[in-house]
């Protein structure tokens, strides 16, 4: 007769039963989060709490585990926006965050307050990505002032004239075809200027530019006087009255 082997399975523990609203503290210390620059970070410090919000789930997790890991992750995303040199502002951000209760899977809710520090290489290292960054912004701010500049000179024909002789003296018969090249090529936006007034504004330079007889000036002052005039904005047409041509002297405004 055979004689059958009963095994007693060994059942897992089940975890302590947890109070409903019962707080339980826990504490985060000298975790390492990186800023806004992955290679520079905080030195952080969370002291939190976990509670039930209804009676623990037989077969929950530790909860003190998934508490940790969620302050973990928070503080983690919101540092990731700031920068060590601007301790403050990093500090607030993640306290008014992490000071509300937040609630995770199975009822259990989570809160805390951090406490930061940098330390003095992770300042350095800040401080010198600080400098090189402004190096390269003010490098790019003088690269888009100059390349402003020649769009300026080449998009006036006199002025291109005269740039284009200062350059390349022994080459003018040349002028032609930069000349063609550029047709069409307007004067740069100044950034202040909305699409309007900006347009409103090359065109007026254009067209006083086009403006090559004292007649033909005559004529356009004499025209954006009476505009003014019928505007009512007569301070201005008596300012527009002064740039009018000598060929009539004795002028004014009607």
């Known amino acids: 007769m055979s004689m059958r082997r009963w095994r007693r399975r060994t059942a897992r523990p089940a975890p302590p039963a947890a109070d409903t609203g019962t707080v339980h503290p826990l504490v985060l210390s000298d975790e390492r989060m990186a800023s806004r620059i992955s290679s520079v970070c905080f030195t952080v410090h969370v002291t939190g709490s976990w509670r039930w919000t209804h009676p623990a789930p037989a077969d929950h997790d530790d909860p003190t585990v998934l508490a940790r ?47 930061l520090d940098v330390q003095a290489a992770d300042r350095s290292l800040d401080e010198e990505h600080a400098r090189r960054q402004q190096g390269a912004d003010l490098e ?88 003014l005039q019928a505007l009512g904005h007569h301070d201005r047409s008596t300012i527009a009255a002064l740039w009018r041509s000598p060929l009539d002297p004795g002028s004014t405004p009607e």
């Not at 992490?98 to 406490?115: I, K, Y």
């Not at 309007?196 to 504004?201: A, E, S, T």
């Open 69 to 115: 890991d969620h302050l973990r992750r928070q503080t983690a995303g919101i540092l990731r926006l700031h920068s060590v040199r601007n301790l403050a502002a990093a500090q607030d951000a993640a306290n008014s965050a992490l000071m509300q209760w937040n609630r995770l899977e199975s009822g259990l809710e989570v809160a805390g307050a951090a406490e």
């Open 140 to 227: 790019h701010g003088e690269e888009l002032h100059r390349l402003a500049h020649l769009q300026r000179v080449l998009a006036d024909p006199d002025l291109r004239r005269v740039w284009w002789v200062a350059r390349f003296p022994d080459r003018f018969k040349d002028l032609d075809e930069l000349t063609t090249a550029l047709k069409g090529l307007p004067l740069p936006q100044e950034d202040q200027d909305d699409d309007l007034r900006g347009d409103v504004r090359r065109f007026t330079d254009q067209l006083v530019t086009a403006l090559h007889t004292p007649q033909q000036r005559e004529v356009f002052l004499q025209a954006l006087i009476q505009t």
